[in-house]
């Protein structure tokens, strides 16, 4: 049997960034287990390929939500990557720190070394921004760049957003993340910048860094308390490696606590109706799901041209040329052009609803096809939804996929939430600003005005935004699933770093707290290796 110090399950955002820095000083061996392959496809590096990606098996794990009767039992998609990178590489690579009331909400619930003083550091250590202030990071392995494409309609709706009495932000992850501007992307010079190129591809090269693609985990092992590695299944053949120090779980919050059940730790009741043997009893393994959900307003538009067109027949020739000549043009765009951040109500101190304004409306949004004439979106989603869910197994096979239920739209608070947030943008559209642009409201359509019409077309027509968290959470409290320094309670040589440990949902995007999770988590590691540890 092989020995490693380290064994990371997962090969996706967490796992890159592990990979590099337990490796960094050479000290400890590191084998890093990836289910997927290679990041070889041509549409990774083009910001707008992530359309190309999103339904591709080979890139996405393609689960779904179970049909729930909250959302007129309707399944959902919830991708996830699959491959070195793993959602790093599909994602639409818009990146948002969150509001520092975020993490303090976090130390205050219990997960102590957690607050925005503690976790800045770690931001700022991942980024390079240099756009922004002093407070961001000027030489992390992560390029950060704001969307360089300018469009009429674009700057219309940020003078409309000005007239209903918004702010304008120029760097939403600085001081202030109330406003309007244009969105942050994980991109260098027009092209995405993915974990694999920031972190795993300049530690490749270390002896002590092992990478095995096509190794699907299965179960780590457990013997008298302590976990001792892991087996996996590769070619068709059934392996089992050692971990002298510890497993670290960081294969993101829907298939960590997948392997975890399979592996027999869970709560006992379900492990034991799907005849696994109970190795270590914990309930609340794979509870505690938190995700975004969202709806899109469309509107026809005119005057002016919008994605739908530029992105059909030969104008699509036309564009990749000018990318590939300059990396410039509507293929350095991904899922967010211009940015809001707003309150719902006066009287909050912060943002509670997030907006992605693109000139582009989908004629099928869960498979990104665009409309054929002209048209522009605004995605609305609730910065910090109440509703919990949760994430468990049906059944012993490894290599089926997990029950997901999200139970979106549950609490009285997500539900008034979005419905403010689309009340708003309608409002905003409204304005005389894109008054000259605006052909008609095409959905929900103007026959939707009452909160209940409101909510009826958001049970209807709402999808997740791809933010899982929460599923093996962090905290002191006794219902948590792992320790302020990741560890699993009750099982040493076993730690989560990943989405899965987030005590509570992040203002905005997820990935750049993910990464900020990891790069902390590798500090933790080492720390607790000892003395010597860098």
């Not at 709706?157 to 993340?177: H, I, K, S």
């Not at 979106?408 to 905003?428: N, S, Y």
Request: charged share 20%; net charge neutral.
């Amino acid at each position: 049997m092989e020995h490693f110090d380290y064994v990371i399950v997962g090969g996706g955002t967490a796992a890159c960034i592990l990979a590099n820095r337990l490796t960094a000083d050479g000290r400890y061996t590191v084998l890093m287990l990836e289910a997927g392959g290679e990041p070889r496809s041509m549409w990774i590096n083009i910001p707008a390929g992530f359309t190309k990606l999103l339904n591709d098996p080979l890139y996405n794990w393609r689960f779904q939500t179970e049909p729930e009767a909250y959302l007129n039992d309707r399944a959902i998609s919830v991708p996830r990557g699959k491959g070195l990178g793993g959602s790093n590489l599909i994602n639409g690579m818009i990146y948002v720190i969150g509001q520092p009331q975020d993490f303090d909400r976090w130390a205050a619930a219990g997960a102590s070394g957690w607050s925005a003083q503690d976790v800045a550091p770690y931001f700022k250590k991942l980024e390079t921004c240099l756009e922004g202030g002093s407070q961001r990071g000027k030489s992390g392995p992560m390029h950060i760049a704001k969307v360089s494409e300018r469009f009429p309609i674009a700057e219309a709706m940020l003078r409309a957003a000005v007239q209903d009495g918004q702010p304008l932000t120029d760097d939403y992850n600085g001081e202030q993340q109330d406003g309007f501007g244009y969105y942050q992307a994980t991109q260098k010079g027009g092209q995405r910048w993915s974990v694999v190129d920031g972190y795993l591809n300049p530690a490749r090269q270390r002896k002590n860094l092992t990478v095995r693609t096509g190794a699907h985990v299965l179960k780590v092992n457990v013997e008298a308390g302590r976990c001792t590695g892991v087996r996996y299944r590769q070619h068709g053949l059934d392996v089992s490696v050692a971990a002298h120090r510890e497993v670290i779980m960081a294969a993101g919050a829907v298939q960590t606590p997948q392997v975890l059940e399979l592996s027999g730790i869970g709560n006992p009741e379900l492990l034991q109706s799907l005849g696994i043997p109970v190795v270590h009893a914990a309930k609340r393994v794979g509870e505690n799901y938190i995700d975004h959900y969202a709806t899109r307003l469309n509107w026809r538009v005119k005057n002016t041209q919008t994605l739908n067109e530029l992105a059909q027949g030969w104008r699509v020739g036309l564009a990749a040329i000018q990318y590939f000549a300059r990396r410039t043009g509507i293929l350095t765009l991904g899922t967010g052009l211009v940015h809001g951040f707003v309150k719902t109500r006066a009287e909050l101190a912060t943002p509670d609803v997030q907006y992605f304004f693109v000139h582009a409306s989908y004629a099928n949004a869960a498979v990104r096809k665009l409309d054929k004439t002209p048209g522009m979106t605004i995605g609305v989603a609730g910065l910090r939804p109440t509703s919990q869910g949760s994430i468990h197994i049906r059944s012993a096979d490894p290599l089926a996929g997990p029950s997901i239920r999200p139970n979106f739209l549950t609490t009285p608070e997500d539900r008034q939430t979005l419905v403010d947030g689309m009340k708003i943008a309608r409002r905003i559209v409204g304005q005389a600003a894109l008054a000259s642009y605006v052909d008609f409201e095409m959905s929900p359509g103007s026959k939707v005005q009452s909160d209940e019409q409101w909510l009826d077309f958001a049970r209807e027509n709402g999808q997740t935004i791809y933010h899982p968290t929460g599923s093996c959470r962090m905290g002191s409290d006794a219902d948590a699933v792992v320790d302020c320094r990741l560890r699993f309670k009750g099982l040493a040589g076993l730690r989560v770093v990943d989405a899965s440990v987030i005590p509570s949902m992040v203002s905005g995007n997820v990935h750049a707290a993910v990464m900020m999770i990891a790069e902390r988590g590798a500090d933790l590691i080492l720390q607790d290796a000892g003395p010597n540890a860098s």
